[in-house]
Nanobody, 128 residues
Framework: QVQLVESGGGAVQAGGSLRLSCAAS????????MGWFRQAPGKEREGVAG????????GYVDSVKGRFTISQDNAKNTVYLQMNNLKPEDTAMYYC?????????????????????WGQGTQVTVSS
């Protein structure tokens, strides 16, 4: 089992920045994929960014490329999502997820079916 706790959400104006953190505990050694997903009211859950914690390969949804950066601190079992130049359309509940993949590139495609464990979420609200 893996427990995930997100933090760092909040309310910012458009153009601002936030850094989300996801602290993992439990059987983290067996889960090499870490990802961030988001879900806005009335919309489907969307994969935002994913990283292979072993090989460092990563991937992003097109709408956040160049603005968001996923990173990790293996010593702290923590994954971060640095979000810059935030837009109102980034407003959503953001969820951290963990899973195992045989190939690192799988983590970067950020598909919910590749992840087994989920956090409770942290709200991000961007005003115009």
């Amino acid at each position: 089992q893996v427990q995930l706790v997100e933090s760092g959400g909040g309310a910012v104006q458009a153009g601002g920045s936030l850094r989300l953190s996801c602290a993992a505990s439990g059987d983290t050694w067996n889960n090499n994929c870490m990802g961030w997903f988001r879900q806005a009211p009335g919309k489907e859950r969307e994969g935002v960014a994913g990283i292979d914690t072993g090989g460092r390969s990563s991937g992003y949804v097109d709408s956040v490329k160049g603005r968001f950066t996923i990173s990790q601190d293996n010593a702290k079992n923590t994954v971060y999502l640095q979000m810059n130049n935030l837009k109102p359309e980034d407003t959503a509940m953001y969820y951290c997820a963990a899973g195992y993949a045989a190939y690192g590139w799988v983590c970067g495609r950020v598909r919910a079916t590749d992840f087994s464990y989920w956090g409770q979420g942290t709200q991000v609200t961007v005003s115009s």
